[in-house]
């Protein structure tokens, strides 16, 4: 079974505007990661957020952790027609060696 | 530096066949995850090999199996193959155990008719 849940599940917006999806789960973790997924191909690691940090940035990517909440979110900014994917959050419990857990993912589709 | 390489990257078998699919990892990296992806349960990790070991399994049946080889190379076998067992199967590599991120191949596309 998934750790969590990704919302929204799918999400439509036009180039140049933002997106954010959020990402809930369940356990205690020891980091959660962010993928995306092109259409039929694997998938390609963008951020890594350990649980003692808050906010992280790379480039046009932010990612907030809110363990209390046990949440995530990720924002990516100015958003080009490249972004269209979907995006995975995935986390890591202490001492799980690289059993990652995956949420459901976002869907996103940038609009020229 | 070559990326994680799966084979084969598309594959149709029938109910019943048994399947291999191969993982050939980053250069210098020795542990090999191996996921499940379906539109209906998404991504589940079937299980993890580091030194020739199996350090983690998911939940999944004794059909599922895999291997590690010195080199660090990886094989996972799936027998008596259901409509179910239909999927893109991911591998992933890192340098260690518990190292990340990991790294992903393009998956191998199973089709079972």
């Known amino acids: 079974s998934q750790q969590g849940e990704e919302d929204p599940q799918a999400l439509s917006i036009q180039e140049g505007e933002n997106a954010t999806m959020n990402c809930s789960y369940k356990?205690?973790?020891?980091?959660l990661q962010w993928y995306r997924q092109n259409s039929g191909r694997g998938l390609v690691h963008l951020i890594l957020i350990r649980s003692n940090e808050r906010e992280k940035h790379s480039g046009r990517l932010r990612v907030t952790l809110d363990t209390s909440k046990k949440s995530s979110s990720l924002l990516i900014t100015a958003s080009r027609a490249a972004d269209t994917a979907s995006y995975f959050c995935a986390t890591l419990p202490g001492a799980a060696g690289n059993k990652l857990t995956f949420g459901g993912g976002t869907r996103v589709l940038v609009k020229p | 530096k070559a990326g994680v390489t799966q084979t084969p990257r598309y594959l149709i078998k029938t109910r019943g066949q048994q399947v291999t699919l191969s993982c050939s990892p980053i250069s210098g990296h020795r542990s090999v995850s191996w996921y499940q992806q379906t539109p209906g349960q998404g991504l589940q990790f079937l299980f993890e090999y580091f030194s020739e070991t199996q350090r983690n399994k998911g939940n999944f049946p004794g059909r599922f199996s895999g291997r590690q080889f010195s080199n660090s190379r990886s094989e996972m076998n799936v027998s008596t193959l259901e409509l179910g067992d239909s999927a893109l199967y991911l591998c992933?590599?890192?340098?260690?155990?518990?190292?990340?991120?990991?790294?992903f191949g393009d998956g191998t596309r199973l089709s079972i008719l």
């Open positions: 992933a590599s890192s340098p260690g155990q518990g190292e990340q991120p990991q790294h």
């Open positions: 356990t205690s973790i020891n980091n």
